[in-house]
């Protein structure tokens, strides 16, 4: 029995169901001065990860780390948000984040914030047994880079509708 998609466009189906979850904004998109942004880098090697963001309003807002080293930008409804949890390779796999990015900051209208530079290695490695096979998954994440000056230029020109809005650094230096 055929199906009415073929394989393509349920492969296309699929990637555009696993953005609907993220917050992260394109280059082309409009500066709104109704919303509030954050922004860095935020890669990955090996096994993904995602930063699952929470705000007043109830919502989670998530940023997923990307292979390519560049700027992403999020966002966000102007509020207080805080990163709730982080995300390895699936929601199954998760926990509460244990270090500050927007821990119950406030994050007002029109504001541009810059919050660090991340990177995280994923790694699987599965021991095969008579019976049952053992899978192990590791992630290592620095712990945060601040290049805000750097950032915020590749930022401004990546995104041009940004060029000229007011950035705040929010990297914690703690």
């Known amino acids: ?12 189906i699929a990637l555009l169901a696993i953005g609907c979850g993220t917050a992260t904004i394109r280059a082309g998109a409009p500066y709104r001065k109704d919303r509030a942004y954050v922004y860095g880098r935020f890669t990955y090697t090996g096994l993904s990860q995602t930063f699952a963001i929470r705000c007043h309003d109830g919502e989670f807002y998530k940023l997923d780390f990307v292979k390519r080293d560049q700027v992403q930008i999020i966002e966000l409804p102007p509020s207080t ?5 982080i995300e390895y390779g699936s929601e199954a ?4 984040a244990t270090f500050r990015l927007l821990r119950n900051e406030i994050l007002d209208p029109g504001g541009v914030y810059y919050v660090g530079d991340y990177f995280v290695t994923g790694t699987s490695h599965t021991d095969y047994r008579f ?14 880079r601040d290049d805000y000056a ?9 995104f041009p509708a940004f060029a000229g809005a ?9």
Not at 81 to 85: A, V
Not at 93 to 96: G, P
């Open 131 to 144: 019976f049952y096979n053992e899978t192990r998954q590791t992630w290592r994440m620095n712990p945060g």
């Open 93 to 96: 796999m998760s926990r509460m």
């Open 81 to 85: 948000c805080q990163l709730e949890r």
């Open 150 to 158: 750097k950032t915020t230029a590749d930022m401004r020109r990546e």
């Open 166 to 174: 007011v950035t705040q650094d929010r990297f914690d230096r703690r």
């Open 1 to 12: 029995m055929r199906t009415p998609f073929d394989r393509r466009t349920l492969a296309a």
